[in-house]
């Protein structure tokens, strides 16, 4: 019987967990056992009890006894590259895994027959929605940004009617209208916000107003790139467009920033000058912190203070709600393991084009072609 081994999360910070109890039976349903490392769901509100009263599941006492016999291998971030010798040979791995900053790792597990299916590869096509994992976490990334910005924010964001007067909504500017941005205008408009957002594409206008926000119209052409992304602006671009955007910057109390454009750096939105010239107690988040971020003051991971505003470099957002982070997750794995799993073992089918976007190596080749072009210019 094939096992399916949940590991810890060793990143700092990381409180997310690959698999969750409400989902393990669908897991052994597939025909796998599973095998849980200690501690791995104690972060995410899932202690290793919840997982062990289940059929099917055994928690182990170290990764190592986890790892033993694992024929799949589940968790959210990569392992680091020295952890890629512990994977047993020909075992499968499922996670988040950006092939373009992972290459030592990619070629390791090339080496040591790994099959590796990345969630960051995972096609943008209603059949593939269901595991659909950066869209999952990108959602709750920007739901929790929206409520971080508000807590921090130092006035009440709906409008307050009061027997001593009437308080003005607050006004928040949502920068890229993709998957957090919708769900952060989503957040801001319950919360009772006046909200206006911005994207370079310009489909995203109608599902902004279907959510009763503003879309703001810039003098500017539109930047539709591949599969429903961006495509990455010239310097001239994002020059104009700062200067166009500035006023309703400096007007917003709250800006919520989640533009990017795949593989390439944030593009930059918002610049230290705008931000001087925004009102005292306004606050920024930037949701693209970890890429570079939107606003020329971000810091991954850090508060700044600039005069009276602060600018939020919020990288890691879906890890401040675990509980729903992980199961969303964990939704999105065992879809992918109804995709590959077939009578209790890994039988991947190429021909399918989930399958053949998302493996990054099997069989000891890299099959991800940009990847492989990467590896052999390096010269791994
Ligand atoms: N399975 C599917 O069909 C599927 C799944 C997920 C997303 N999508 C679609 O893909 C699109 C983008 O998804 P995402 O959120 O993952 O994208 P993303 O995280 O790559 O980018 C976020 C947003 O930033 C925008 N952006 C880039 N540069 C900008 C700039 N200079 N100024 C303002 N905005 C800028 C992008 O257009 C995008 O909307 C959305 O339309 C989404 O609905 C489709």
């Given at each position: 019987?094939?096992?399916?081994?949940?590991?810890?999360?060793?990143?700092?910070?990381?409180?997310?967990?690959?698999?969750?109890?409400?989902?393990?039976?669908?897991?052994?349903?597939?025909?796998?056992?599973?095998?849980?490392?200690?501690?791995a769901?104690?972060?995410?509100?899932?202690?290793?009890?919840?997982?062990?009263?289940?059929?099917?599941?055994?928690?182990?006492?170290?990764?190592?006894?986890?790892?033993?016999?694992?024929?799949?291998?589940?968790?959210?971030?990569?392992?680091?590259?020295?952890?890629?010798?512990?994977?047993?040979?020909?075992?499968?791995?499922?996670?988040?895994?950006?092939?373009?900053?992972?290459?030592?790792?990619?070629?390791?597990?090339r080496?040591?027959?790994?099959?590796?299916?990345?969630?960051?590869?995972?096609?943008?096509?209603?059949?593939?929605?269901?595991?659909?994992?950066?869209?999952?976490?990108?959602?709750?990334?920007?739901?929790?940004?929206?409520l971080?910005?508000?807590?921090?924010?130092?006035?009440?964001?709906?409008?307050?009617?009061?027997?001593?007067?009437?308080?003005?909504?607050?006004?928040?500017?949502?920068?890229?209208?993709?998957?957090?941005?919708?769900q952060?205008?989503?957040?801001?408009?319950?919360?009772?916000?006046?909200?206006?957002?911005?994207?370079?594409?310009?489909?995203?206008?109608?599902?902004?107003?279907?959510?009763?926000?503003?879309?703001?119209?810039?003098?500017l052409?539109?930047?539709?790139?591949?599969?429903?992304?961006?495509?990455?602006?010239?310097?001239?671009?994002?020059?104009?467009?700062?200067?166009?955007?500035?006023?309703?910057?400096?007007?917003?109390?709250?800006?919520?920033?989640?533009?990017?454009?795949?593989?390439?750096?944030?593009?930059?939105?918002?610049?230290?000058?705008?931000?001087?010239?925004?009102?005292?107690?306004?606050?920024?988040?930037?949701?693209?912190?970890?890429?570079?971020?939107?606003?020329?003051?971000?810091?991954?991971?850090?508060?700044?203070?600039?005069?009276?505003?602060?600018?939020?470099?919020?990288?890691?957002?879906?890890?401040?709600?675990?509980?729903?982070?992980?199961?969303?997750?964990?939704?999105?794995?065992?879809?992918?393991?109804?995709?590959v799993?077939?009578?209790?073992e890994?039988?991947?089918?190429?021909d399918?084009?989930?399958?053949?976007?998302?493996?990054?190596?099997?069989?000891?080749?890299?099959?991800?072609?940009?990847?492989?072009?990467?590896?052999?210019?390096?010269?791994?």
């Amino acid at each position: 019987m094939t096992v399916l081994a949940v590991l810890r999360e060793l990143r700092r910070g990381e409180r997310r967990v690959g698999m969750v109890p409400s989902e393990i039976p669908k897991v052994t349903g597939a025909g796998l056992d599973v095998v849980v490392e200690t501690g791995a769901g104690e972060r995410a509100g899932f202690p290793d009890e919840a997982y062990a009263d289940l059929d099917g599941v055994t928690v182990a006492a170290s990764r190592r006894e986890a790892l033993q016999s694992a024929g799949i291998v589940v968790c959210v971030s990569p392992p680091a590259v020295k952890e890629a010798d512990d994977l047993p040979e020909r075992a499968t791995l499922m996670c988040f895994l950006p092939p373009a900053t992972n290459l030592d790792l990619i070629g390791r597990l090339r080496d040591r027959g790994i099959t590796a299916f990345s969630f960051d590869l995972v096609p943008r096509s209603s059949r593939a929605q269901a595991m659909d994992a950066l869209s999952s976490q990108a959602s709750l990334a920007g739901y929790q940004g929206a409520l971080l910005a508000a807590e921090r924010l130092g006035r009440a964001v709906p409008m307050m009617m009061t027997a001593a007067g009437t308080i003005p909504p607050a006004r928040v500017l949502v920068m890229g209208a993709g998957v957090a941005g919708l769900q952060a205008i989503a957040t801001t408009r319950r919360l009772g916000a006046a909200v206006s957002a911005y994207d370079v594409r310009t489909e995203a206008a109608e599902e902004v107003r279907s959510l009763g926000a503003t879309f703001v119209e810039l003098a500017l052409e539109a930047q539709k790139g591949e599969g429903g992304y961006a495509a990455e602006q010239s310097k001239e671009f994002l020059a104009r467009q700062q200067e166009l955007i500035a006023d309703r910057v400096a007007q917003s109390d709250i800006v919520i920033t989640t533009a990017a454009v795949p593989g390439r750096p944030a593009p930059r939105l918002v610049s230290t000058a705008t931000v001087e010239r925004m009102r005292a107690g306004s606050v920024i988040v930037d949701l693209a912190a970890a890429s570079g971020g939107n606003c020329e003051l971000t810091v991954d991971g850090e508060d700044v203070e600039h005069g009276a505003v602060v600018v939020i470099g919020a990288g890691d957002l879906p890890s401040q709600v675990a509980t729903t982070a992980s199961t969303l997750y964990a939704r999105n794995v065992t879809n992918l393991i109804a995709l590959v799993v077939h009578d209790g073992e890994v039988r991947p089918d190429f021909d399918d084009d989930i399958v053949a976007a998302t493996c990054v190596t099997a069989g000891g080749v890299v099959r991800h072609a940009p990847t492989l072009q990467l590896l052999e210019g390096g010269g791994t």
